[in-house]
């Protein structure tokens, strides 16, 4: 169960980190 709940962090994580490279991207762009 453990394990789960840890990949599911992990994922979770990776979204944010994503959006937020995405956003920071975009911003430099303009």
């Keep these: 169960m453990?394990?789960?709940v840890q990949?599911?962090?992990v994922e979770d994580l990776?979204?944010?980190n994503?959006?937020?490279a995405v956003r920071i991207?975009?911003?430099v762009g303009r």
Excluded: L, M
Aim: net charge neutral; hydrophobic share 25%; glycine share 14%.
């Design 2 to 4: 453990s394990g789960g």
């Design 14 to 16: 990776t979204a944010i």
């Design 7 to 9: 990949d599911v962090r």
């Design 18 to 20: 994503t959006e937020s």
């Design 25 to 27: 991207k975009s911003a």
